[in-house]
């Protein structure tokens, strides 16, 4: 197995640490970057564990292939150590977003925990996990689920194009995360389609955790957004801040951070680089001098 090269900022016993010492109640969140598209969001003392990929099962599978999915970033935390969580969300059912070896660890630590997963991939979930967690929500395109105080709209991503099963249900799905006086879009994986900026936009989104690793038919996955896609929608429904992921996780299906740095340069998009276990809190929005309803009026 190869070395990984980028070690976290933060991981194990020190990433935990931070976590513990941030959790308080007052009016801002903060976010911890856990590779891939997994993040951790911090609010009002809850937790919010969006799309984890917390082991090596797709190393482990893809051994001796010629996409060996071995990690250029090494485990920040082992999932059994998060032990605080109330919600976890998948946005489909692609291992590095809903992972057996992530979630079962994760369900025994955290036995009054909350899954949310696309409806339409519900019996694929239970079947993949080889278990039917009670505490499961399904969202379809368009739906809300409101839970400890977070209020979670699914909105139709394409992996690819829009897939949806024989009862019209949306199979992959991003979420915008409402809370407080906040909002937060996780994505998922997608590409660019015609309803993505338009279903978005009135959400007034503060945060957009968008994916850029492109796509390539040689890698042989389903793509996603590129650098400057991810920069232009950031741009285009009015983000506050976009956050990049789905990069630096697996040498065959990544894309140099740079790209996506001068793209939204280039197009006036603030944006936030995080390192693998690095914290993001929601009060450098006001530090930077950015407001919300500058960018609404602009709209």
Known sequence: MLKAAIEPLL???ALLNDIATANRSDHHFRLWWLGQSGFLLQWNGRHFLLDPYLSDSLAHKYAATPTPHVRMTPLPVKPEKLNFIDIISSSHI???HLDPETLLPLFEANPQLTLLIPDAERDAAERKLS???????GLDQGGSQEIHGFRITAVASAHEKVELDSRGRCRFLGYVIEFGDWTIYHSGDTVWHTALAE?????????ALLPINGRAPERGVAGNLNPQEAARLGREINARIVIPCHYDMFA???APVEDFVAAAREVGQDYQVLRCGERWESSQLAI????????????
Do not use: C, M, Y
């Open 11 to 13: 991981r194990d016993g």
């Open 94 to 96: 692609h291992t590095d």
């Open 131 to 137: 278990t039917r967690w009670a505490a499961t929500l």
């Open 199 to 207: 279903s978005l936009r009135p959400f007034r989104i503060d945060v």
């Open 252 to 254: 065959f299906n990544t």
């Open 288 to 299: 930077s001098g950015i407001r919300k309803q500058s960018i609404v009026a602009e709209s």
